[in-house]
Structures are given as C-alpha cells and as structure tokens.
C-alpha cells in the first residue's frame, strides 16, 4: 500500500508529486516517484512554464516538458499541466510589456493555445486512466483579495484571465481547466475572491473546471477552516485539488516539529477527504532532497513527507491517517 492506494480506496482520483527535469536522473529519486501505489500523478515543476515553454515569441520548446509527461505515461500517471498564465517565470519578451491590448491578447491566446493543444492528449493515452489538468491561470491575486498587478492585468484588466481559459478550452476539450492560488487553503479575503472570480466566469459562459489550492503551509499554523473553505470552493460546481502541498518548519528538525508536522498533514488530508469534490492531493516533491523551500525561506525546509535520504517521515503517516488509513 501507499499514498495513491490509499487516496483511491477513498475515491480520490490520485495522490501526486511535482518533479522536475534535473531530478529523475536520480535513480532511487525516480523509483519511488514512479510507483503509482505512492504517486498517481505528477506535474513538472518548471519545465512547461512560460519561459521554459516560448523562450522567444512564436518559439517554442517542449523537451523537457515532454520527458515528464512520457515519464507519466510511461508509469501510467495522470499529468497536471502547470503553467500557461502566471506573472512569474515569464521570459523577458513577455514581461517587458509594451504590447497594445489587443497584440497580448493574441500572445495569450497563441502561448495557452499552443502549449495545452501540444499535451492534449499526451498523458497515459493508452492507459486506464483520461483525466489531467491545467493550471491555466496562476497566483492571479493579492493577500487582500484584489487581482495582483502583471503586465497581463495591467494591460488587459480582468479579461486575461477569460482569455486564457478560453484558449485552453479550444485547444483541449478533455482537460480540466484550473485557476491555482497560494493562501487560499483556508477562508479569508484571498479565498473569498476565488469564489467570486469563478462565479463570474461561470456566468459569462468561460470553461472552468476547477480551483487549484497550492497549500504551502507552515508547520503548527495550518488553518482550521480549510474543509469549510474547499466545500465553498465545491458549492461554485467545480472540482477542487490541492496541487502543491507542503508544510514547512524552521529547522532544524526535532521530533516535536515532526509529531505537529504529521498532525498538520494530517488535517489538510482528512479536509479534502471529507468533501467528495476534492478529487486529489499533489505535494510539491515528495523529498526534503529536492525541495524548492529552503532556497526561498532561509533556515526553513523539511517540508515534505520523505527526507532528504528518502526516508519516510512521521508527515507520511499522516497523510495515510488523514484519508482514514490503509
Ligand atoms: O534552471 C536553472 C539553472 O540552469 C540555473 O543554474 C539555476 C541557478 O539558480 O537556476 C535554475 O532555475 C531555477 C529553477 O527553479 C529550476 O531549478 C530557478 O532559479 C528557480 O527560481 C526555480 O524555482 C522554482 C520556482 O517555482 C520559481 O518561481 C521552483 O523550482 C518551483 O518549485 C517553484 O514552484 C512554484 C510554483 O510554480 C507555483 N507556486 C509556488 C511554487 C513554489 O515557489
């Protein structure tokens, strides 16, 4: 048994890890990510992000993104898309701005369209499995709620975001169709504005399937109304998926951080576990080996249920108790 058996014997869809291109040259790395009774999805870290995907305008490369969607399918994984439209990782011709309106617009359209028609399709095609998704618009907002400044929402307002979608939709019918957001794991300001975002894109007819909660959390500070936010996120009519969990803590590490640690991964897992929309739970890696934390937040890391050595941590057990046990 492992965290895919036991997230579907729950009728979750999976339970996933990101990767990313430099890792899975790591062997004992690669084999644990690759057993579907652990992982039954992934998402590329990096590689199908904008500037990895149209480093120059019109240009674009999908090697590295290809080897993890073959990876999937060759493991018979399901595959999150991540990203089309994000203010990060842009490439500097994008970034730059000075594009009229209407000339963005275009970019979108031809960058979303482009990249999601490419792995329309791709992932365990010949497989059990037909669903993956995207995160076809990321981190679209501010703490408080008000949509985050980007050359997108500066030049175009509001309006990227419909536009985004609608490129994706037209590129692949099949895909589910994800806004995706940090902080947004328990209710406040930032959730609420999810809510309403996605109640007025439903009502001006633009394809959304689903609301991504990224969940990089901090250890002994996880909200406690993470059920009641997911189950208004569910109330709108689209799926919900934590995409990108991981509970960080200041290191080092002691057994009292990793004991709180265990309960809070505990209490993300069983939330999403009470509400039949939450269809899945992605962690952000699986290994404190290969996580993004301790480069961003100095002296924090250890983040995820496997150590650096890839040795389970108390967290794993955690999550097998939040969906109920084995
Ligand atoms: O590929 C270059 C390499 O050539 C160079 O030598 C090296 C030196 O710094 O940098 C490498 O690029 C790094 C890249 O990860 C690949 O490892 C970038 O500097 C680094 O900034 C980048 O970090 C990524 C981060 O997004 C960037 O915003 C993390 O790996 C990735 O895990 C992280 O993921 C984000 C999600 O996309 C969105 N939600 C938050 C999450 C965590 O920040």
């Given at each position: 048994a492992g965290l895919n058996t036991v997230a579907k014997s729950k009728g979750k869809l999976y339970f996933g890890s990101a990767t990313d291109n430099g890792e899975i040259t790591d062997a004992p790395y690669k084999a644990i990510l690759s057993d579907t009774k652990e992982f039954g999805q992934i998402t590329p870290g990096n590689s199908m992000k904008w500037d990895a995907t149209e480093?120059?305008?019109g240009t674009f490369t999908f090697t590295n993104g290809d080897v993890i969607a073959n990876l999937a399918a060759a493991n018979g994984q399901l595959l999150r898309g991540h990203?089309?439209?994000?203010?990060?990782?842009?490439?500097s011709w994008v970034s730059a701005g000075n594009f009229s309106a209407t000339e963005l617009t275009s970019i979108i359209e031809t960058h979303c369209g482009t990249v999601v028609g490419h792995y329309?399709?791709?992932?365990?095609?010949?497989?059990?499995y037909s669903y993956h998704a995207w995160d076809?618009?990321?981190?679209?907002?501010?703490e408080d709620g008000t949509f985050r400044s980007s050359v997108f929402y500066t030049t175009l307002g509001q309006d990227y975001i419909a536009t985004a979608f609608r490129a994706a939709r037209a590129a692949d019918p099949d895909t589910k169709l994800y806004i995706n957001d940090y902080?947004?794991?328990?209710?406040?300001a930032k959730s609420t504005a999810v809510v309403n975002l996605v109640k007025q894109l439903k009502q001006d007819g633009v394809p959304i399937d689903g609301i991504g909660i990224q969940g990089h959390l901090i250890v002994g500070t996880v909200p406690s109304t993470i059920q009641a936010n997911i189950e208004q996120f569910a109330a709108l009519g689209v799926e919900v998926a934590i995409t990108e969990l991981d509970i960080r803590l200041t290191l080092p590490v002691t057994p009292e951080k990793l004991a709180q640690q265990k309960t809070d991964y505990l209490n993300v897992i069983k939330a999403c576990n009470a509400?039949?929309?939450?269809i899945g739970v992605t962690i952000w890696d699986y290994t404190d080996k290969y996580s993004w934390v301790p480069s961003v937040f100095?002296?924090?890391?250890?983040?995820?249920?496997?150590?650096?050595?890839l040795i389970k941590k108390p967290a794993y057990d955690g999550i097998v108790d939040g969906f109920g046990g084995f």
């Open positions: 480093p120059q305008r990203t089309c439209v994000w203010h990060s990782q842009l490439p329309k399709g791709k992932a365990c095609k010949w497989r059990l076809v618009v990321n981190e679209a907002f501010n902080n947004i794991d328990g209710l406040g509400v039949p929309k939450c100095t002296g924090q890391g250890a983040a995820l249920p496997w150590d650096e050595n």
